[in-house]
């Protein structure tokens, strides 16, 4: 597959094992921050969203946590598995009516094990 | 499969070359955003068109350009690429004009030389 980015901040999980992947933004005007995964040879995709009212949103299998703060933001991912091994970008969206922009973070590579 | 297409997968070209990268939405989406993806700046926002009509702007060259046709496929128009523009180009679609959830294409890799 192609690379998506050298040198990234990799975290290594056994199967089964709980995945925390951590963030930290710095707009605090963001409306959302989305988490998106990035297989190899694919583009992004949407995992799970948090409006910046809000400090916990929870999905299949994963949880989001938004510390307004300290401006961090965390994906956690429960009994991870072979297939979620991939780069993981949190991401902070401006919204607007009419549009709406994403900046992305840096990424962070996270390889399952079985 | 997110259901938006791009095509070419793949582009090699020269310095100084001009390239057209096209992406198609999901049925029903009306928004179409481009993305650009090297190792050294990461991902990055380029531009948003909604039903044809520019709605956002990014850290887009003025060397780039786009635009959105009336059967709101898309394209991005490369010009004087340089050596530097080599990178994953990503298209994604959203169904409105602001919304959260955008659907990203598979890319397309132009490699300039």
């Given at each position: 597959?192609?690379?998506?980015?050298?040198?990234?901040?990799?975290?290594s999980?056994?199967?089964?094992?709980?995945?925390i992947?951590?963030?930290a933004?710095?707009?605090s005007?963001s409306?959302?921050?989305?988490w998106?995964k990035?297989?190899?040879?694919?583009g992004?995709q949407?995992?799970?969203?948090?409006?910046?009212?809000?400090d916990?949103r929870q999905?299949?299998?994963?949880?989001?946590?938004?510390?307004?703060?300290?401006?961090?933001?965390?994906?956690q991912?429960a009994?991870t598995?072979?297939?979620?091994?991939?780069?993981?970008?949190?991401?902070?969206m401006?919204?607007?009516?009419?549009?709406?922009?994403?900046t992305?973070?840096?990424g962070?590579?996270?390889?399952?094990s079985? | 499969?997110?259901?938006?297409?791009?095509?070419?997968?793949?582009?090699?070209?020269?310095?100084?070359?001009?390239?057209?990268l096209?992406?198609?939405?999901?049925?029903?989406?009306l928004?179409?955003?481009?993305?650009?993806?090297?190792?050294?700046?990461?991902l990055?926002?380029?531009?948003q068109?909604y039903?044809?009509?520019?709605?956002?702007?990014?850290?887009?060259?003025?060397?780039?350009?786009?635009?959105?046709?009336?059967?709101?496929?898309?394209?991005?128009?490369?010009?004087?690429?340089?050596?530097?523009?080599?990178a994953?180009?990503?298209?994604a679609?959203?169904?409105?004009g602001?919304s959260v959830?955008?659907?990203?294409?598979p890319?397309?890799?132009?490699?300039v030389?």
């Amino acid at each position: 597959g192609e690379s998506v980015g050298l040198h990234l901040p990799t975290l290594s999980v056994q199967e089964g094992d709980n995945s925390i992947i951590n963030c930290a933004y710095s707009n605090s005007a963001s409306d959302y921050f989305i988490w998106y995964k990035q297989e190899s040879g694919k583009g992004p995709q949407f995992i799970i969203d948090i409006r910046s009212n809000m400090d916990k949103r929870q999905g299949q299998r994963v949880t989001v946590l938004l510390n307004k703060t300290v401006k961090h933001l965390s994906l956690q991912i429960a009994a991870t598995q072979p297939g979620d091994s991939a780069v993981y970008f949190c991401a902070e969206m401006i919204l607007n009516s009419g549009y709406s922009t994403l900046t992305f973070g840096k990424g962070t590579m996270l390889l399952v094990s079985p | 499969d997110s259901g938006v297409t791009q095509t070419p997968k793949h582009l090699i070209t020269a310095t100084g070359q001009r390239v057209t990268l096209r992406c198609s939405p999901r049925s029903g989406d009306l928004s179409v955003y481009w993305y650009q993806q090297s190792l050294d700046q990461g991902l990055q926002f380029l531009i948003q068109y909604y039903n044809g009509e520019e709605r956002a702007k990014g850290n887009i060259l003025e060397r780039f350009s786009a635009q959105q046709f009336p059967d709101l496929h898309s394209e991005l128009n490369l010009s004087s690429l340089e050596l530097g523009d080599s990178a994953l180009y990503f298209c994604a679609s959203s169904v409105g004009g602001g919304s959260v959830e955008q659907y990203f294409g598979p890319g397309t890799r132009l490699t300039v030389t």
